[in-house]
Structure formats: C-alpha cells, structure tokens
C-alpha cells in the first residue's frame, strides 16, 4: 500500500509560479498512476493533471489551460506539478492520488490512494 504526502503549496500572487511535489512510500511508485486533483471551499473536487507509471504518457483537465505541466522522477518516488500564471480561480487545497491501471483519469473515485493535500493560495 502506497502512502501520499503533498508539498510546495503556499501564497503567491496572481501570475506567479509554483511546483507542487507528490511523494510516495511504501509499494512499488512505478507501478501507480498519479493524478493531481483540486478542491476548492464550496466546490467539487477537480481534475488538474495525470501521469502514466513508466512511459510518463500525461493527461490534463480543462482547468490546465496549458499552464500546469506534470512530470515523474520515479527513482525519487516522486511526481511534480509545475504551476504556471497562477490566477486567483486556482486557490484550492492541492491533492494528488494514486491508482494501478483504469481508464477515465480524471474521475477521482477511481484513484485508490490519497494524500492530505497541500494548500494553494493566489492573491489578486
């Protein structure tokens, strides 16, 4: 059983960057598919981002607009979000979640394991 823990989240203004990182213990990394989700107070969870296990194919939701990019280091346990012209709509608690294999990688309930989740905040 993999077990999740989130990291980068913080305050930063509108237009600013940050990268969030998804480190995992425990199972095999390489064999987990990653997904980054985004919740925000109020609202459903969304899909940000997914990452294949070893080929690294990667899927984006609409709210990615081009400005998010995800990447793997599975030697490091390790999947990154790259967060470009951050806007004030992307302030939301960050989680990302693991899964074995499947189809829809933007459907949430299909991701097995999940972390705590690391806060983003975008000032206007």
């Known amino acids: 059983q993999v077990q999740l823990g989130e990291s980068g989240g913080g305050l930063v203004q509108t237009g600013g960057s940050l990268t969030l990182s998804c480190v995992a213990s425990g199972g095999d990394f390489s064999a987990y598919i990653i997904g980054w989700f985004r919740q925000a107070p109020g609202k459903p969870r969304e899909f940000v981002a997914a990452?294949?296990?070893?080929?690294?194919?990667?899927y984006y939701g609409d709210i990615s607009k081009g400005r998010f990019t995800i990447s793997r280091d599975n030697a490091k346990a390790t999947v990154f979000l790259q967060m470009d012209s951050l806007e004030p709509e992307d302030t939301a608690i960050y989680y990302c979640g693991a899964r074995i294999g499947g189809s829809s990688m933007s459907y949430s309930a299909n991701y097995d394991y999940w972390g705590n989740g690391t806060l983003v905040t975008v000032s206007s």
């Open positions: 990452i294949s296990q070893t080929v690294g194919n990667t």
